[in-house]
């Protein structure tokens, strides 16, 4: 078999994977107008099961936090049951499957939402970009910044969302502590300018982040519970002053806590910062480290082998390749992804991707 290592099983915490080839968590904008998991995603998933392990998209854990406008929630009891159809799908075909739960922060929009203003560490809007709405693409409005006596709402919402996640069948959650939403904008320098105990030195600003693992925790076991970070994507107006610092600092946290895996995003989606942060992961996190962001099959093959790291979570491939195992056991050729179709509703670009040839 070509690539052996990523074809060996491992064990993350309680879960055991078949196989190294996960698929990473992808906003896919495919639910209802509530905010539901809809029969469509769940065929969407089930075609993926092969995956050593899925990670499902980003879920508005606590309600009026929409940034993508048709995401996924899980803070209701229709979205329970909703998402109870995708797990109950995904683990008929044998598949393991737990959920990203995540607040979006600034990310958010007045017109996603109610008219709420988006909170945040700090009153800093993203620029240079917009946001889908109803109306159009819009820019980004100035968040406000949330007051302490505030965030152990946040925190017991969090907490909600991992037991809706259990009675939705998942077999863990991932906390999402990347790409410039509200958890990573605490953690890094240039979103959070706040005092107080949230602000300030690298262990204040890591505290929310922290605190929701936490609590997630106390629902599932550390063992169950993993935590995605990105300490140099610059997605959303992203930027710390030490992002080693950073990795060092969460993976040691994150090892103390016994946590299934971390989830580390290698690099900067728009190429504004570079560095090595796989390095000081793997040295202070003990457990299962996932690399993610432009791996191949080839270069995923030989990190694991070498012991950079212990399974590669792989994004558009996915998305476009139903069976990216097969495909890769056989060095079949993949599918090509078409940008067009990440975030249009229907099952165009979505479940109707073929898998490989017999």
Not at 7 to 20: D, H, S
Not at 72 to 97: E, F
Not at 261 to 273: C, W
Request: glycine fraction near 10%.
């Amino acid at each position: 078999m070509s690539h052996p290592s990523l074809f060996t099983p491992v064990q993350a915490g309680a879960l055991k994977l078949p196989n190294r080839i996960l698929m990473a968590p992808l906003t896919r904008c495919r639910a209802d107008a509530d905010h539901v998991p809809t029969p469509l995603m769940a065929e969407y998933y089930a075609q993926r099961a092969s995956a050593g392990l899925i990670i499902a998209e980003a879920t508005m854990a606590i309600e009026g936090n929409s940034s993508f406008w048709m995401e996924p929630g899980i803070y209701s009891d229709a979205q329970v049951a909703g998402w109870k159809l995708v797990t109950d799908a995904v683990h008929a075909k044998g598949g393991c499957i737990v959920l990203q739960i995540w607040h979006g922060g600034r990310a958010c929009h007045p017109l996603l939402n109610g008219g709420a203003q988006p909170v945040a560490p700090s009153a800093i809007p993203i620029t240079g970009d917009e946001v889908h709405t109803p109306e159009g693409k819009k820019p980004y409005v100035t968040p406000r910044e949330l007051r302490d006596d505030e965030i152990p709402g946040i925190v017991a919402g969090f907490k909600k969302a991992a037991e809706n996640a259990k009675a939705a069948g998942f077999d863990g959650v991932e906390v999402h502590g990347a790409n410039g939403y509200l958890l990573d904008e605490f953690l890094r320098d240039g979103a959070n300018k706040r005092s107080g105990p949230y602000g300030g030195p690298l262990e204040n600003r890591a505290r929310l982040m922290l605190e929701v693992v936490d609590a997630v925790i106390s629902v599932w076991g550390a063992d169950r519970v993993g935590l995605r970070i990105s300490p140099l994507n610059s997605y959303n107006s992203m930027i710390d002053s030490d992002p080693v610092a950073i990795t060092e600092y969460i993976a040691k946290e994150a090892s103390a806590r016994g946590l299934a895996y971390l989830h580390v995003m290698r690099s900067d989606f728009l190429q504004a910062q570079s560095g090595d942060v796989m390095t000081p992961a793997r040295h202070h996190f003990k457990g299962v480290l996932i690399g993610n962001m432009g791996y191949t099959a080839d270069e995923a093959e030989q990190a694991i082998a070498a012991g950079q790291l212990d399974a590669v979570a792989f994004g558009t491939s996915f998305l476009a390749n139903p069976d990216l195992p097969a495909r890769i056991a056989a060095k079949a050729e993949l599918n090509a992804p078409n940008a067009a179709t990440f975030y249009s509703p229907g099952p165009a670009g979505y479940t109707d991707y073929p898998a490989m040839a017999a």
